[in-house]
């Protein structure tokens, strides 16, 4: 513990508040994913991941003046905020004005042990309020959010309805149109289900569908919301922006707090269409049959899982504090629900099947896609392995031809990804191959990956996968250790023929593919076992080792001598305890990059551009086992979300020099922050 006390002490005085670049307000899965990119909630309105608004307005009404907390509308006064926390999987605003002080906590139970909370397809949002002056004031707050959560387009016809079950009201707003499934996209947002605002029954507490700025207008006036429901219907979104609107009055509220909570969620009836099977949401095969259901059962309990929450929040904070002061912690914080609400987790209408689902946002919109998952593994493998499982599941289902008659896969190596979100029906013809990279490789990584998370054992691993598996490790020994002119994942810089990092990673998939077979007490054919794999991997590193050194380095490629990269590779020989690569090459490369590439804002994924990813800078700095470097490049990555003029949900893909984002934004791929937490938990040290 005494390597931290240094470090705290630096971090204590360096660092002022942190202003993330996008707030994540409710997010739990690519179409429901509010943020908010202001530096205040009252600045600018809520959006949806894409950048398109997903307006929420937050009104106070305290001793009859109207002051806004939540979009920059009408009246012109705000409440002044204090504070902005973002945890895990809560955020926390607290605003004052005229002597009232106002929290506001967004809440989405997003805790990947606990598959139907982390399936629910809903959030809360606490309001509390409390004296600060020790008089007592009159406060009221209103709520409202638009359409714009239920179209992809704001002139999209819309019809709404409410509903009263088990002691909570609900409001429901969806399109008239209902294609569910009808479309797919990557910045598509949802236009089939229902965007649902539930509220307990309360005496205190009303709700209405009404024009936003009539309703806006008379809460502003009068701290009231219109009597009846506006009922013309169906109509544009954007046609007098139809919302759901709350008036929550608290009456005279002292200095003891005073607590009100409504649930927002979106019932999107299926979520992924998986070559014409319909995946219904997970928790829509729990028990509930619909939201409504859904909140009710868990609102019963809601106080233990707030509670749940605040404790893992706390727990993880505490850990990534410990393990790279608080830079760590705020990035770590900052990117979890980034990672969490890029991912679906459902259920198969036919067989029940449970798969998890991964977005590639903002870079494509394609489903599964191998090397997304891949940069994302280490946080699926910290917080719970089986997961990590079920996102390459359907992967290998498509591989070994289960899916539909017509994608019979014929391809010597893993797939790529399986189609464009939320529609998974890609042709092998049509896949983008990465062949040793993105798809082989990778998988083998991980496999073995999920094995040593669960205790070595492999009893989730189907038997059947076995031949696959043992092409995929046969074609990585015929196309080792120079894999040609093959693309990789890093494919915004175009071909990179020869590549020395690509290498490194087959090799050690072949290492990993050795790992797994010994777990699982297998081998392929008659006499290739483990040792046969890790024999080539050991062959193919020597060739490497000749080939890609040059001076103090390893290159880029085997056939340029003066370029270099960083080898973000390697961080599976750390977690997986393997000793393919001698420990010089760590060595060499570590010290090359901090004392040749050390950039204001990072180290340059290599030297084509001053470009770098996010996500391979956590990983270099988790395999360096070095906490000043590690510390060197999570304060960079830090500065870099806190000083980007570019207010999108973290991008991965920044400039070195300043903080200029270069491109890709909200994707899940930033799990890789949690390398070093992965590596710390799979080599925990006696204290
Ligand atoms: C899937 O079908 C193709 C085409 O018939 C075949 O080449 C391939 O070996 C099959 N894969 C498996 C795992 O059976
Ligand atoms: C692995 O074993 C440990 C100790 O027996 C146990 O606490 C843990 O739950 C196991 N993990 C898994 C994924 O089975």
Same mark, same amino acid.
């Given at each position: ?7 705290f002490?630096?971090?204590?005085v360096?660092?002022a ?8 307000l409710?997010?739990?899965d690519?179409y429901?994913?509010?943020w ?9 309105w809520?959006t949806?991941?894409?950048g398109g608004i ?8 305290i ?15 705000s ?5 902005l ?14 002597g009232?002080?106002?929290?506001v906590?967004f809440?989405t139970p997003?805790?990947l ?5 982390l399936s629910l397809?809903?959030?809360?949002i606490?309001f509390?309020?409390r004296?600060?002056?020790g ?9 409202d959010?638009s359409?714009e959560l239920?179209v992809?387009q704001?002139s999209?016809?819309v019809?709404?309805?409410r509903?009263h079950?088990?002691g ?7 399109t008239q149109?209902?294609k ?7 910045f ?5 289900g ?6 307990p029954?309360?005496a205190?507490t009303?709700m209405?569908?009404?024009?936003a ?7 502003v006036? +009068?701290?009231?919301i219109?009597?009846?429901d ?6 544009p ?8 609107a709350?008036?929550?009055a608290l009456?005279?509220?002292a200095?003891?707090p ?10 999107d009836a299926?979520s992924?269409?998986?070559?014409g ?8 095969s729990r028990?509930?049959r619909?939201?409504?259901d ?8 809601w106080p ?6 605040a404790a893992?929040? +706390?727990?993880?904070e505490?850990?990534?504090f410990?393990s790279?002061?608080?830079a760590y ?6 990117v979890?629900?980034?990672v969490?609400?890029?991912c ?6 036919k ?10 946002i903002s870079?494509?919109g394609?489903i ?5 998952i891949f940069?994302?593994?280490?946080f ?5 392995p089986?997961?990590?499982w079920?996102?390459m599941l359907?992967v290998m289902e498509?591989a070994?031809?289960e899916?539909?008659?017509?994608y ?14 939320p ?10 191959n ?5 798809e ?7 496999l073995?990956?999920?094995g040593a ?8 691993l ?5 031949p696959?598996?043992c092409?995929?490790?046969?074609y ?11 693309l990789?994942?890093d ?9 020395v ?5 087959g090799i050690l998939?072949l290492?990993?593919f050795?790992?797994?077979?010994a777990?699982?007490?297998?081998q392929?054919g ?18 490497w080792?000749s080939h890609?050194?040059s ?15 960083? +080898?973000?590779n390697?961080?599976f ?13 760590f ?9 040749k590439?050390?950039?204001?804002y990072?180290v ?9 990813k996010l ?5 270099v700095g ?7 470097f590690?510390n060197?490049?999570i304060?960079?990555?830090r500065q870099?979300?806190n000083?980007t003029?570019?207010?999108v949900p973290?991008?991965?893909?920044a400039?070195?020099?300043?903080p +200029?984002?270069?491109g890709?934004q909200?994707?899940?791929v930033?799990g890789?922050?949690?390398a ?11 204290a």
């Open positions: 513990m005494m390597r931290f006390v240094a470090i002490a630096v971090f204590a360096a660092l508040a942190f202003r993330p670049p996008s707030v994540p409710l997010v739990s690519p429901f994913s509010i908010s990119s202001g530096n205040s909630l009252y600045d600018v809520p949806h991941w894409s997903n307006a929420l307005a937050g009104i106070a009404y001793d009859g003046k109207a002051y806004r907390f939540m979009g920059p509308l009408t009246p012109p006064v409440m002044t905020q204090t504070s926390v973002v945890h895990p999987t809560r955020t926390d605003y607290t605003f004052t004005q005229s009232v002080e106002l929290t906590s809440f997003s805790l042990t606990d598959l139907d909370l397809p809903f959030g809360s606490t509390t309020a004296a600060l002056d008089k007592s004031h009159d406060v009221s707050l209103y709520f959010h359409a239920c992809h704001s999209e016809p019809v709404w309805r509903s079950q088990g909570m009201s609900f409001a429901q707003i969806g149109a209902q569910i499934l009808g479309a797919k996209g990557d598509q947002r949802i236009n089939w229902y965007i649902t605002l539930g509220i029954d309360d205190s009303s209405v569908f009404a024009e700025d009539l309703s806006r207008a008379q809460f006036a +009068k701290g009231t219109p009597a009846t506006d009922t013309r219907m169906p109509r979104a954007s046609d007098h922006w139809i919302v759901s709350v008036r929550m009456g005279q509220v200095a003891q005073v607590s009100r909570v409504l649930y927002l969620g979106y019932d299926y992924i269409d998986f070559f099977v319909r995946q219904q949401p997970y928790w829509s028990g509930s619909t939201i409504q859904a909140i009710l059962t868990a609102t019963a309990t233990d899982t707030m509670a749940a929450g893992f929040d +706390k727990e993880l505490a850990s990534l410990a790279g002061g608080q912690q705020e990035v770590g914080s900052l979890y629900r980034q969490t609400g890029s679906k987790l459902t259920t198969d209408e067989t029940g099947e449970v798969r998890y689902w991964m977005k590639e870079s494509d394609d599964s896609t191998v090397d997304v940069p994302a593994s280490p699926f493998a910290l917080f719970n089986e997961l990590l079920l996102q359907p498509y070994l031809n899916t539909a008659p017509g019979l896969y014929t391809l010597p190596w893993a797939p790529h990804h399986l189609g464009t979100w529609v998974a029906d890609i042709k092998p013809a049509e896949q983008e990465m062949p040793v990279e993105a082989t490789a990778n998988m083998l990584l991980m073995a990956t999920v998370r669960m205790n070595r054992s492999t009893e989730w189907p038997k059947r996968v076995w696959v598996l092409s995929w490790g046969d990585l020994v015929t196309v080792l250790p120079d894999p040609g002119n093959q990789c994942t494919d915004f810089e175009g071909p990179s023929p020869h590549n990092n690509l290498a490194a990673k998939g290492s990993a050795a790992q797994l077979m777990m699982a007490g297998q392929c008659a006499s290739r076992d483990g040792a046969y794999y890790q024999a080539r991997a050991a062959d193919f590193t020597q060739y080792l890609a050194h001076g103090d380095h390893y290159q880029l490629q085997y056939n340029l001598p003066d370029s270099w990269s960083l +080898k973000y390697l961080l020989q750390r977690l997986l305890d393997m000793t393919t690569f001698p420990e010089s090459v060595a060499e490369e570590l010290a090359h990059y901090r004392t590439h050390m950039n204001p990072g340059p994924l290599d030297n084509r551009a001053t470009f770098t996500d391979w800078e956590c990983w988790a395999m360096s086992r070095d906490q000043d590690f060197q490049l304060t960079r990555i870099f979300a000083d003029p570019t207010r973290l991008t991965d893909w400039q070195t020099p300043t +200029k984002y270069v890709f909200a994707r899940p930033m890789g922050v949690y070093k937490l992965l590596d710390e938990a799979m080599h925990p040290r006696s």
